[in-house]
């Protein structure tokens, strides 16, 4: 059984993650790194945790948000495509149960917004994950003014908080904006597809998914 300490310990799985973010860091894109991999497995696995998961499942979903994101080496453009036909490829040659490899795969090619699907609760999981991973320390720009609107928003951002309470039914994640810096309507500007896709994924895990920013209740 292939554990997800094997694939945090993987030196292979390590240089493609920072392949993967040097790709996007040429791009001017935010931080796609360790930190935010790790963040994402972190908050997949807790999210099915509370849920009452099985444990393996908890697992798969730790492991799928720590590769999510290798397929921005290929290119940013369908990186959950080919993200999937990676770790599909890595997987399989480590031995791991092809059931198992299925499940990671699924959840990482429906990861994106633009295509991707909520089809299984791990899948689930790393979209609600991988969404509300809003937060200042992910820009990598320093100069604020020549920030673009994907900075000023993450920027902005100088607390942010997932939480989940399994008697309400409820997933929330409460967001704190400077707006001196960044609005609110910037944030819906850039993320309400995302927000939708944390809906329609909490409503897979049975749940109501709620967003407050600044106090304010707007999902």
Not at 5 to 19: F, G, N
Not at 113 to 135: C, H
Request: net charge negative; glycine share 6%; hydrophobic share 45%.
């Amino acid at each position: 059984m292939i554990t997800f300490e094997q694939i945090r310990s993987s030196e292979e799985l390590r240089v493609l993650i920072s392949a993967a973010d040097a790709s996007l860091a040429a791009l001017g894109y935010t931080d796609h790194s360790f930190g935010h991999v790790g963040l994402v497995s972190d908050r997949a696995g807790k999210i099915l945790c509370a849920l009452g998961s099985e444990e393996r499942e908890i697992e798969l979903a730790k492991i799928a948000g720590y590769l999510h994101d290798i397929g921005n080496l290929v290119n940013r453009s369908e990186h959950s495509q080919s993200g999937a036909v990676m770790a599909f490829r890595i997987l399989d040659r480590m031995g791991m149960d092809m059931a198992e490899i299925s499940t990671i795969v699924a959840a990482i090619g429906n990861h994106d917004e633009g295509t991707g699907v909520p089809v299984s609760d791990v899948a689930a999981a790393l979209i609600i994950a991988d969404k509300s991973d809003v937060r200042r320390s992910r820009v990598r720009n320093k100069d604020i003014a020549t920030f673009d609107i994907h900075d000023r928003v993450n920027y902005s951002v100088v607390d942010s908080d997932l939480s989940i309470d399994p008697i309400e039914k409820v997933i929330r994640l409460t967001i704190e904006i400077d707006t001196s810096i960044g609005s609110i309507m910037d944030y819906f500007e850039i993320f309400l597809g995302r927000m939708s896709m944390c809906r329609r994924a909490a409503d897979r895990l049975g749940l109501q998914f709620k967003l407050t920013i600044n106090d304010q209740s707007f999902i």
